[in-house]
C-alpha cells in the first residue's frame, strides 16, 4: 500500500483515540499482518479487501494511483 495510507490510518486511530490492535482485531487478522498491509508488504487480493474494509471502517479514502 502507499505510505498515503499508512499516515490516513494512523491519524485517524489518533483521532478515534483507537489502537492498531482494536482495529486488528475489528478486521479479524492480526496486527503484524495489519503492519504488513499498511507498510505494503501484503499486496494480495485479500490485502486488497481488507484495504476497503479499513476504508469502510475508518471513513477514509485511499488513491489508487
Do not use: F
Amino acid at each position: 500500500m502507499s505510505e498515503g495510507l499508512s499516515i490516513k490510518v494512523r491519524n485517524e486511530l489518533y483521532k478515534r483515540k483507537m489502537t492498531h490492535t482494536e482495529l486488528a482485531n475489528l478486521l479479524g487478522i492480526s496486527g503484524a499482518y495489519l503492519s504488513d498491509i499498511l507498510n505494503g508488504s501484503r499486496r494480495g487480493k485479500k490485502a486488497q479487501e481488507h484495504v476497503k474494509h479499513i476504508c469502510t471502517i475508518l471513513e477514509i479514502e485511499v488513491n489508487n494511483t
